[in-house]
Structures are given as C-alpha cells and as structure tokens.
C-alpha cells in the first residue's frame, strides 16, 4: 500500500485522471459480464414459459396441429381404456325397422355403422364391440356383402341371421361376387348355431332375434377362431385438445336426410362433449341397457352411392374415396373418406389430408347418398 501512495504521489494530474478512468471502465465491464452471466438461467426459463403459453394460445385457436393421445390397454376403436383392449372385434348386423325399435346393445358399441339396403330407403345398422360385450344385442338381421367388406377392415367376427346370397356365398368361400378371392371371414350365423341367440316375445318377427356376445365368444373358442387382434385402429385427440376445441364448440343439432322414419337427427350437448341420437324424432335409447340414451362422440357422415342388385339387393360403393362430413367437439369438419381395398380399414382424413384424430369414445357412421339431405343448425 505504501509503495501505491508513492507511486501515486508522483503521477501527474492528468495520469491520475487516466488511472481512475481505466479502473471505472473494467470495474463497468466486469460488472455487465457478471449481470449477463448471472441472468442466463432466467431468460431462458422466461423463454421456455413464453413460447409454451404462446403454443398453448396457438393450440386454442386452432393454429397449430391437434395433439394426439396415445394410450395403453385402450380399444383401437374407440381410445377408451379396457380390460379386454385386444379382444378382437364382433360386428353384430342389426334391424333398422321401425316395428324393431328401439334396439339392444346400440349403447353399448363402439363403432355404429347405417347403411342403406335400399337405395334411398330402408336403412340396416352394424354394431361393433370390443370392450363391451352385451348379453342382449338385436334385433338380428342378416348379413350383406357390402358389411362384409367392413368386417374385414375391422378384422371383426361376424355376427348375423342368415343373409342374402351374395353374402353367404363370400362368407362360405371367401370369394367376393365379382370373382375376388379375399379369404374367408370368421362368422357366426344364427342358423347354424345354437344357444347364442334367442327370441323375444315382445318383439314382432321377424325382428324378435337376439344374442348374447359373451355365448358368442364361448363359440368362437369352440370353433378356434382367433380372439385377439393386433388391428392398427384409430387415431385420438389428447385431452388438452379436446378442452382447447371446446371454447369454439356451438351447441345445435345435426340433420341426416334418410328417408322418412328412418331420417335421424343429433343433438349437441358442450357439457358432456356428446351427441344424442334421435330417429324419427324420436330419442333412441338401448332397450338391452336400461334404456340409456345413444350418444356418440364422433359422428361421420360419408356420402356413397348405390345401386340395387337382382332388383332387391343393394350394393354401397364404400370402396376407393369419397366426401363427407365429421361432427365432434361440437365443430363440423369437411372429410375425404378412403378404403382402398375390400380388405382395408375404413379412414377419414381432413382438409390438411392427414388423418383426422377423432374424440375417444363411440363413433356413429352414416352413409347416405350423394343428393341426400345434411344440415348442421345451431341452436
């Protein structure tokens, strides 16, 4: 130190001005590096909080790509979580009749399928069911070729009374109408069966025939059919997604244009996130379920044209492509519908084409013709 005051003391005052500047100037610089380096941490975490509110607002409005949820031990139909998540698909073909309403089991499937079996009239219905499997699903109808092809997609077990020959002949060899040879289908049929299915009293035939899908799986052992599935099914929105949707959702009804009593309608609830099914006006409920109401998460609409065969059979072209309509999270979406082959799974894909997440939970399947009436109305 007494060696500094010297050395001080013989320094001009213009040095000592110099000095006193030099030490300001590194005492400032080491200062900002020690600021700069001391707030590292912090930015970046302010950063992080910044673009992750930024996505969660991005999300909400619709700009960046919905997230998809990936489940365990969830059915590849509906994302819903089960026991028996691999037990392979039974699709049950069912009455679309009036004198055979309501039905039993509707509630309860995972997938729902109404097609017409006359062009621009009489309407038929397919259950599919992996997670649930009801001890009473009816009525029972018989199978028909153009279902088949969605068995198939499905990797399903099907389940009928009888059928038109053109199904029956496909389900006996394996060979479609047209000369395909696709392999046979697993198939449980009424008449060649016993103790599976039943009739009830209350119920007018031909529409009195029931079975039980536990009985059904106890065949199906019987008959070594495979009963596990390894079916790559759908995709589905996460949560967060569905919640972020939500705030956009409007409640209101979905009009599908089948014809007479057979035309439908869907009535959006946003607190449930569901859509309740009515026909003809009607509420349709389960009569094998206490008659819980149907409702659906997802609901597509594919337009498809038919034409009858033998003048009394229909064939659906739900091969290739074709438009439609989806209705979830209380939004309408334009859809492209594909099954490029008799053997591939029924897709929908959006506007982006990619393929649309749907909302874990049931999904309703409509077919309808090009010219028929659709109509979404908010309340």
Not at 18 to 36: E, K, P, R
Request: with cysteine; net charge neutral.
């Amino acid at each position: 130190m007494k060696t500094f005051l010297k050395r001080w003391s013989t320094l001009t005052k213009k040095e000592k001005y110099i000095v006193i500047f030099s030490l300001f100037l590194i005492i400032g610089i080491i200062g900002v590096g020690v600021y700069a380096f001391s707030g590292v941490g912090n930015n970046t975490d302010t950063n992080k909080e910044t673009k992750e509110d930024k996505k969660e607002t991005d999300e909400a409005e619709g700009m960046l790509e919905p997230s998809e949820e990936k489940l365990t031990n969830a059915s590849p139909l509906t994302g819903v979580q089960c026991d028996n998540y691999k037990q392979r698909p039974i699709a049950v073909m069912m009455a679309g009749d009036a004198v055979a309403r309501p039905l039993s089991g509707l509630s309860q499937a995972e997938i729902v399928v109404e097609m017409p079996v006359i062009t621009g009239s009489v309407t038929r219905l397919m259950g599919v069911y992996v997670c649930n499997l009801p001890d009473e699903v009816g009525s029972i109808r018989s199978a028909r070729h153009d279902y088949i092809s969605l068995v198939r997609g499905w990797d399903a077990i099907y389940v009928h009374w009888g059928g038109s020959h053109f199904a029956l002949d496909e389900l006996k060899t394996g060979k479609r109408y047209t000369g395909e040879d696709l392999g046979k289908v697993p198939d449980i049929d009424a008449i060649s069966s016993s103790g599976q299915f039943f009739r009830k009293s209350t119920v007018p035939a031909p529409h009195n025939g029931f079975v039980s899908l536990p009985k059904v799986i106890d065949l199906a052992k019987k008959r070594e059919y495979t009963l596990e599935t390894n079916l790559d099914g759908y995709k589905f929105k996460s949560q967060k997604t569905i919640e972020a949707e939500k705030k956009d959702a409007k409640e209101g009804k979905l009009y599908v244009g089948f014809a007479g009593v057979f035309a439908t309608s869907w009535e959006y609830n946003k607190e449930d996130n569901t859509y309740t099914r009515y026909w003809a006006g009607q509420k349709d409920v389960d009569r094998g379920n206490n008659d819980a109401e149907i409702k659906a998460k997802n609901i597509v609409v594919m337009r498809a044209s038919s034409r009858q065969i033998e003048g009394q059979y229909n064939e659906v072209t739900i091969y290739g492509k074709g438009e439609g309509k989806i209705y979830h999270n209380g939004q309408e979406k334009n859809i492209t519908w594909k099954k490029e082959g008799f053997k591939d799974t029924l897709r929908f894909y959006g506007e982006d084409g990619k393929e649309i997440l749907l909302v874990p939970g049931q999904t309703f399947i409509q077919v309808i013709e090009p010219g028929q009436n659709l109509k979404w109305e908010l309340n």
